[in-house]
């Protein structure tokens, strides 16, 4: 989009450079600077009356790892701080930055996710790796801090983030502030880090600079937006289907959704995050157990509610986690939690299948009140949903695609909070608070001839109808291959007849389906594309994008494995050159993956 402003006051050059810079930016990027240049012009007014001392600004680096976009967002977050304390940063996305200008830097922020058992986000993994490796520099000079998001319910608990800060510390580098490793409700502690992180560099500048104040910059980038995880709009449901044939042991449903007038808008391959409430019945059953008063007040994030509430909307109760434990094992004095919380994989498998109910059944506390109890169980976290339409498509409608999960353990049936709730306790008057996840790391290709490989069984099959809809409606003619894998066919072929529609009108262009459960030996999307290995790789050499979804544990590495043995084999590599060749290919953003 090129600007033409016949009366702008801006002389020719001036105004090619606005081009050419506008047109690198994305959009969170035009969202800052909007408010940069509002806060900037505001110091300027000042400046222009009183003459400030210039001090030496400090150039801050920021590099984030993220896979599914809440640290790009924090990234973002401190770069907008940074500037409107007069500090010069620079974000980058880690797969966007040259390590070798890491011993250039003086100031640098490391804020990264973990995904998988512990590792790096796609995007942070060639840094990951250089820092480990025998190539990295020195780093002597390079003041820095790491900021960490995880989820404390995984083994490897913001194992990433630890991972750099070692890395960065071997490599002589001197910790700024010390590191925070972040849960599931990361805003205040991340805020913390924020503050912490620039008031550390701002003090370490020599005098005062120019400041563009920081509520002009702030107040200004993000005045539009209405609705966003902070403040989820509530979404009146429109339909709630079962997927799933008669007899199936899967159950999935096909949920719509209104976004009408939240002004909220999403993009193919984003998620939607979900604020979700708990069952009533376990809720009932942990405050019988507790002996608590449901209406008893307790203190919530600086203000007060009854205990059933906190409960049913505010606190995690479906899943254990380590700092949980631990600071029960604290309270209970009882010798065995202790030796099981000391024994890592005892205690692994101890929380496995096992709730806030069981704790509490299991090790009660003697001096416990409900206040007390609210506050050691950590915030209900929001899940994240692909999403399964086009807006091009739907207009104002969302569409996901929800596996209720449900298992029994320990002597009982379980359900999970958020899969259940949309599938079981959600009614025709109830809303859904959401907000959109955007996820720029598993978007389609902007050239819409180029082909697509799309592999996603179960519900990993979901943004694939997003991309479909999303390909049909902007008439693209690149050819797409959807790989799709379930156990049934009668019972679980996932939007069946939407998908034979568009192998029949053209638009999918090849079909492979898994169907593991139907014949004796068990089939799955791997066996597929294995068996689809010199069109793959003609595929490929055409410039096709590989998209995973689905299963992160199992599917998405035998899926790699496959890809790897199709490159060795095909493209006569050895097994590091089909390594590199897969990296190139997701430094190339050709090889996304949206696992979970
Ligand atoms: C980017 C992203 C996209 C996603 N997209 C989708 C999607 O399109 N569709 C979809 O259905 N889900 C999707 N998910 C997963 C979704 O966010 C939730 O994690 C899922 O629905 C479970 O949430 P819940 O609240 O129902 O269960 P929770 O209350 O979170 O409980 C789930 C937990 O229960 C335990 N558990 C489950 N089964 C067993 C068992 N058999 N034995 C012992 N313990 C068990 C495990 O600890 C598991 O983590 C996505 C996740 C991400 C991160
Ligand atoms: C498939 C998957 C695996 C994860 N593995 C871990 C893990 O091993 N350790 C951890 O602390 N957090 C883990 N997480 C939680 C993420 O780090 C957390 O959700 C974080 O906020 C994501 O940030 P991002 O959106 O910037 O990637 C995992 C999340 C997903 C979806």
């Not at 009614?427 to 720029?440: A, E, Q, S």
């Not at 050239?447 to 693209?476: H, L």
Request: charged residues 25%; proline residues 5%; hydrophobic residues 40%.
């Amino acid at each position: 989009m090129n600007i033409r402003l016949p009366n702008a006051p801006l002389t020719d050059e001036q105004l090619l450079q606005l081009n050419n810079l506008l047109q690198g930016l994305e959009g969170w990027q035009v969202d800052w600077l909007s408010g940069y240049l509002s806060g900037y012009r505001a110091a300027q007014m000042t400046t222009d009356l009183v003459p400030t001392a210039v001090a030496e600004r400090i150039k801050l680096t920021i590099l984030y790892g993220s896979q599914t976009g809440n640290t790009e967002v924090v990234a973002g977050q401190l770069a907008e701080k940074a500037v409107a304390s007069g500090i010069d940063a620079t974000v980058f996305d880690m797969a966007d930055y040259k390590p070798r200008e890491l011993k250039n830097e003086r100031y640098l922020a490391v804020l990264t996710s973990t995904h998988g058992e512990g590792e790096p986000p796609d995007n942070a993994m060639d840094l990951y790796e250089f820092l480990g490796g025998r190539k990295a520099p020195g780093l002597k000079g390079l003041q820095y801090s790491v900021l960490s998001l995880g989820d404390s319910s995984y083994e490897y608990f913001c194992q990433t983030g630890i991972d750099f800060d070692e890395r960065l510390q071997k490599l002589g580098a001197t910790a700024l502030i010390p590191r925070v490793d972040c849960d599931v409700d990361y805003d205040a502690a991340a805020e913390q880090w924020i503050n912490a992180f620039i008031e550390n560099l701002s003090s370490t500048m020599q005098a005062s600079v120019p400041q563009p104040s920081a509520s002009t910059a702030l107040a200004s980038s993000t005045a539009e937006v209405l609705y966003d995880r902070k403040n989820p709009f509530p979404a009146p449901i429109l339909e709630n289907q079962l997927l799933n044939g008669r007899g199936s042991s899967k159950e999935v449903h096909h949920i719509e959704l209104s976004l009408d007038g939240s002004g909220l808008s999403y993009q193919p391959g984003d998620a939607l995050g979900i604020y979700p409430q708990n069952d009533p019945i376990l809720v009932a059953q942990l405050i019988e157990t507790l002996a608590f008063d449901a209406n008893a007040t307790v203190e919530l994030d600086e203000r007060s509610d009854t205990l059933i509430n906190a409960l049913m909307h505010h606190r995690e109760i479906t899943l254990l986690t380590r700092p949980l434990l631990e600071k029960w094992a604290e309270l209970a004095g009882s010798d065995e939690l202790t030796q099981l919380v000391e024994d890592k994989s005892a205690l692994t498998e101890w929380l496995r299948g096992r709730d806030v109910l069981d704790l509490v059944q299991s090790y009660p506390l003697a001096d416990l009140d409900a206040n007390g109890f609210i506050n050691l169980l950590r915030k209900l976290p929001p899940r994240l949903y692909s999403i399964a339409s086009s807006q091009a498509a739907v207009d104002e409608e969302v569409h996901l695609t929800v596996a209720a999960v449900r298992y029994y353990s320990h002597n009982r049936n379980r359900g999970g909070v958020a899969s259940t709730w949309l599938a079981d306790r959600v009614t025709d008057d109830t809303t859904i608070p959401v907000y959109i996840d955007p996820n720029k790391n598993f978007k389609l290709p902007a050239d819409d001839d180029a082909p697509i490989i799309m592999i996603g069984p179960g519900t990993g099959v979901a943004p694939f109808r997003s991309f479909m809809q999303e390909r049909e409606e902007r008439g693209a003619r690149g050819p797409n291959w959807l790989f799709f894998g379930d156990q049934h066919f009668l019972t679980d072929f996932l939007y069946q007849t939407e998908w034979l529609g568009w192998r029949k009108s053209g638009l999918l262009t090849n079909l492979d389906v898994a169907f593991s459960r139907d014949q004796q030996d068990k089939v799955y999307v791997q066996h597929r594309l294995r068996e689809k290995s010199i069109e793959i790789w003609n595929w490929l050499q055409d410039g096709a994008h590989i998209y995973v979804c689905g299963d992160a544990d199992n599917m998405a590495p035998d899926v790699n494995e496959a890809l790897l043995d199709i490159i060795c084999e095909q493209g006569q590599k050895s097994r590091e050159d089909a390594t590199e060749f897969l990296r190139q290919l997701t430094r190339d953003k050709r090889y996304q993956r949206d696992v979970y």
